[in-house]
Nanobody, 124 residues
């Protein structure tokens, strides 16, 4: 599975941005897709994920109520709408995909495909 990301960019605190990701490939396709984020020198942090078959959404507490994840299962596409952005949201956002969901949606090891990431920068 290959992941192609788009979106991101720069915004002021309180503003909005979105990122999107599409999975492609042959064989077993994702059943769960989502986003992690990473700041240089820190571990990757789970942001949000969504089940492509059941639409169940999962969020990190830090983004709950501000970020919304959505999906188009037929296109293996996931989008993350980010509102009320804070400088602490500044990071590289990495799309992730999982072809066999075991339930650990916030775990790095759950996912078997990773995108290269898009930068999101929020200024105060």
């Amino acid at each position: 599975v290959s992941l192609a990301e788009s979106g991101g960019g720069s915004a002021r605190a309180g503003g909005s941005l979105s990122v999107a990701c599409t999975a492609s490939g042959r064989g077993k396709m994702p059943v769960l897709m989502g986003w992690f984020r990473q700041v240089p020198g820190k571990e990757r942090e789970f942001v949000a994920a969504v089940g492509l078959n059941d639409g169940i959404q999962y969020y990190a507490d830090s983004v709950k109520g501000r970020f919304t994840i959505s999906s188009d299962s037929a296109k293996y596409m996931v989008s993350l709408q980010m509102r009320s952005l804070e400088p602490a949201d500044t990071a590289r956002y990495l799309c992730v995909a999982d072809t066999s969901f075991s339930g650990s949606y916030a775990s790095i090891s759950e996912y078997n495909a990773w995108g290269g990431g898009v930068q999101v920068t929020v200024s105060s």
